[in-house]
C-alpha cells in the first residue's frame, strides 16, 4: 500500500489505516482475542502500518501492543488521554480529564501497555473545558521533549483551540467523524488544517458501517452495540438515509466496486494529506478497506457524488444528549 505524510509532520503512514476500538468494545461482545491478534497482524502485512487505539477503549491498547509487538520500528500507533474513567467498571467513562498530571499518569500507563518506548502520537480524546488547551499542549510537549511522546495530536477540536494548542506544541494530526454523512470538518476544520499543515485522520469513515451497505431500516443491533442509542440509526434515519447507500451503489456498480470502497476512495480525493481509519474484525471487511486505496474516482465522478449527496438530507444526530461531550467542542 501507498503511504501518505501527515499535514507537513515528515510522519508517513498507510494511505489508510485501521481503528481498533471495535476489537474491544461498542459493536457488540469483544470478539476472540486471538483472533483480533491474528487480525492486526494480517493488516499489517497488507501494508497497513498506523493503528488507532486509545485507554478508554477497554484493553484495546494490551491488545494492539502484543498484537504489533513483533513489528516494532515498522508501525505507528496512536492512542489518546482525556477522559476520567469509571473506578467502578460500570462505564467507560465518567467524564472528561486533561489535567497535566492525568495526561503524565496516562502516557506512563499506555507506554506499558502498548509496550513501546514512546508513543508515536498522543492524541487528546475530547476538548476538556475546565483545563486551558494551552496547558495540554505544554504538558504533551514536556513528554516529548523527555522522549516518551513522539507527536501531538487533537480529536474533535474546533479551529480556535487546534490554533493555541499548535501555538505551543506543533499538531501533526486532527481526528475527527468525517464521511459521506457527516461533512461538518469541511467547513473549517479541513480549511484551517491545510493553512497550518497538520494531517486529517477521519474515525468512522464508513459511517460506523451504514455506508457499506450491509445495515438496512431491518437491521436489529444487540443491547452491546452502541449504535442502537445512536439517532442515527434508528429505524426511520436508517430508511431515510439510504439515499446515500443508494448513491455509493450507483458508482460502485461503474467501478467494480463495493459501497464501502467508494465511500473511502472519495475520502481519499478530498485532500493528499487525508489517512481514514475504518474499523473491523473481518479480514474479509479488512481486504476490502485495504484496496479501496487502488480505487481512483475521476473528476467527473467526485462532481457526480458531490452533486447527488448535496441533494441528501442526512436524518438523525451523531449522538444522543446524554453523550454531547463526545461531539467534540
Given at each position: ?38 487480525l ?18 477497554a ?22 488521554f ?34 513501546v ?19 495540554v ?12 511522546v ?34 461538518i ?18 474515525y468512522s ?30 429505524p ?83 449522538y ?10
Amino acid at each position: 500500500m501507498n503511504k501518505r505524510e501527515l499535514g507537513n509532520s515528515k510522519l508517513e503512514v498507510s494511505t489508510i489505516g485501521l481503528g481498533c476500538m471495535g476489537m474491544s468494545v461498542s459493536y457488540g461482545l469483544p470478539p476472540n482475542k486471538q483472533e483480533m491478534i491474528t487480525l492486526l497482524r494480517a493488516a499489517f502485512e497488507r501494508g497497513v502500518t498506523f493503528f488507532d487505539t486509545a485507554e478508554v477503549y477497554a484493553r484495546n491498547e494490551e491488545l494492539v501492543g502484543e498484537a504489533l509487538a513483533p513489528f516494532g520500528g515498522k508501525v505507528v500507533i496512536a492512542t489518546k488521554f482525556g477522559f476520567k474513567l469509571d473506578p467502578t467498571g460500570s462505564k467507560a467513562f465518567v467524564g472528561l480529564d486533561s489535567r497535566p498530571e492525568h495526561i503524565r499518569e496516562v502516557a506512563e500507563s499506555s507506554l506499558k501497555r502498548l509496550k513501546v518506548d514512546a508513543i508515536d502520537l498522543f492524541y487528546q480524546h475530547r476538548v476538556d473545558p475546565d483545563v486551558p488547551i494551552e496547558d495540554v499542549a505544554g504538558a504533551v510537549k514536556d513528554l516529548i521533549r523527555e522522549g516518551k511522546v513522539k507527536r501531538f495530536g487533537l480529536c474533535e477540536a474546533g479551529v480556535q483551540t487546534i490554533r493555541r494548542a499548535h501555538a505551543v506544541q506543533p499538531i501533526t494530526a486532527v481526528q475527527s467523524e468525517y464521511s459521506l454523512w457527516t461533512r461538518i470538518p469541511e467547513q473549517e476544520v479541513i480549511p484551517t488544517l491545510e493553512e497550518l499543515g497538520i494531517g486529517f485522520v477521519p474515525y468512522s469513515p464508513l459511517g460506523r458501517g451504514f455506508l457499506t451497505g450491509k445495515i438496512d431500516e431491518n437491521t436489529k443491533f444487540e443491547s452491546t452495540d452502541f449504535r442502537a442509542a445512536l439517532p442515527r440509526f434508528t429505524p426511520e434515519a436508517r430508511k431515510a438515509n439510504q439515499a446515500l447507500v443508494d448513491l455509493l451503489k450507483s458508482i460502485a456498480g461503474r467501478k467494480h466496486a463495493t459501497p464501502a470502497q467508494i465511500a473511502l476512495a472519495w475520502l481519499l480525493a478530498q485532500k493528499p494529506w487525508i489517512v481514514p481509519i475504518p474499523g473491523t474484525t473481518k479480514l474479509n471487511r479488512l481486504e476490502e478497506n485495504t484496496s479501496a486505496a487502488e480505487i481512483e474516482l475521476t473528476a467527473e465522478d467526485l462532481r457526480e457524488i458531490d452533486d447527488a449527496s448535496s441533494q441528501i438530507t442526512v436524518q438523525g444526530a451523531r449522538y444522543p444528549e446524554q453523550l454531547e461531550v463526545l461531539t467534540g467542542i
